[in-house]
């Protein structure tokens, strides 16, 4: 069965985003993250976005032409919306929009096939976290603390077991956890 890993960049103090949703923080911690990126790219066939996270990612990624840009582009792409009716992504394969994001995963996950990857879509993982559909969860941790934000986990207790910590020469680290 394929798995689903979720993969988020996150403040020490555990926010996806600041109080206005701003993401700058990200910039903390450049480099590395591509070659930890570029490893997952290998292992996963299929990704997972909501709609606001698609709507950040095709302002950018259909027409990048960094190293993970081909890898990244040449995936297939599933859009969680309510909202929208198509997906388009530039020249290449557009996105399949689901409504139903619980179902959708878990047909994609019984399906033959390489894992697949939810980036962002803060709400969505906290959809499929709550559901039990999320295997791993990899939080790229930048140096920085908020105090307030838009928290990456939702409310309740989660059990989440260390995998790998990887340390990054710019004080950032990647943390891989088995979802229980």
């Known amino acids: 069965m394929r798995r689903l890993i979720f993969q988020e960049f996150v403040t020490l103090d555990g926010y996806a985003a600041g109080p206005d949703d701003s993401l700058d923080f990200f910039s903390t911690v450049t480099g590395q ?3 930890d990126n570029l490893a997952l790219l290998e292992s996963v066939d299929t ?3 909501g709609a606001t996270t698609y709507r950040i990612f095709v302002d950018y990624w259909p027409t990048a032409t ?3 840009a081909p890898r990244l582009n040449g995936l297939r792409k599933v859009v969680a919306s309510s909202t929208l009716s198509s997906a ?7 996105g399949e929009v689901v409504a139903d994001a619980v179902a959708a995963v878990t047909a994609l996950k019984a399906e033959e096939g390489k ?9 969505l993982f906290h959809s499929l976290l709550t559901a039990g559909l999320v295997d791993e969860v990899q ?23 260390l995998i790998e910590a990887v340390p990054w020469a710019t004080n950032g680290v990647l943390l891989r956890y088995a979802a229980s």
């Open 139 to 161: 939080l790229r941790v930048c140096p920085v603390v908020l105090g307030g934000g838009k928290s990456v986990f939702p409310s309740g207790q989660f059990s989440l077991e």
């Open 88 to 94: 388009p992504w530039g020249e290449w394969e557009p």
């Open 66 to 68: 960094d190293r993970l």
């Open 33 to 35: 993250t591509d070659d």
């Open 115 to 123: 894992d697949i990857v939810l980036w962002g879509s803060i709400s």
């Open 47 to 49: 990704m997972l976005l």
